[in-house]
């Protein structure tokens, strides 16, 4: 018998997965604070890697989680296969503020 031990990410990881609508309220919060959402993607999905692939570029003139959703959309059409996460940028402080994975491939 094999067991399958389903790895752990960043913030969320410990959660059952995020709906679009609690997404959607973690982005409105990254938005209302002022932070640059990007999307990045990664094929194998490791949160140790310190670089994954940026799709396009960060969403710095987003003003609704809308916005934000239909681009992480696009992405999983995209690529399907890949791990998806929202990082959020503080341009004050030039750090991140933020990150959570919103998709796993099965």
Do not use: H
């Amino acid at each position: 018998m094999q067991l399958r031990v389903e790895r752990k990410f960043e913030t969320f990881s410990y959660l059952p997965p995020l709906n679009d609508q609690q997404i959607a309220r973690q982005l409105q919060y990254a938005l209302s604070n002022g932070y640059s959402p990007a999307i990045e993607f990664s094929f194998t999905g490791k949160a140790e890697d310190l670089v994954w692939t940026l799709w396009k570029l960060p969403l710095f003139g987003a003003q609704s989680p809308e916005e934000v959703l239909s681009e992480i959309q696009a992405c999983k059409q995209q690529f399907p296969n890949a791990y998806i996460r929202v990082v959020a940028f503080d341009s004050i402080r030039q750090v991140q503020t933020l990150m959570f994975l919103v998709y796993k491939p099965l």
